[in-house]
């Protein structure tokens, strides 16, 4: 049996609680900064279920936040890639080494 982390619906799950800390956060007027984190992880719980478009809208709402997050630059390349556009996908992987050169 798969470890509770791994499965399916604990994405859906996660999706879930992080869509309403965002919609809580919106309203309570959370800085630029917690507002993109949720939104980074709210784009893994999707990417996770293989919603690519959905988890590409987060990282890109994200960004507009706060665009100096690495792991928001580093994910949303990583969709990127997956989809076939290498081009804009080097471009983030770059800009999120820029960002954070120690990050392996």
Known sequence: MLPDVLKP?????????L???ISQGKSEGQPGDIMA???????LAKYMQVKFKEALKDYDTG??????????HYNRATILYR???FEEALIGF???????????
Request: glycine share 6%; hydrophobic share 25%.
């Open 9 to 17: 619906n604990d994405y859906q799950e996660r999706e879930t609680k």
């Open 19 to 21: 869509t309403e800390k």
């Open 37 to 43: 984190q949720l939104y980074n992880e709210v784009g």
């Open 63 to 72: 960004l507009t936040y706060c665009g100096t997050i690495a792991a928001l």
């Open 83 to 85: 989809m076939g556009d």
């Open 94 to 104: 770059q800009t999120a080494v820029k960002l954070d050169p120690t990050n392996e």
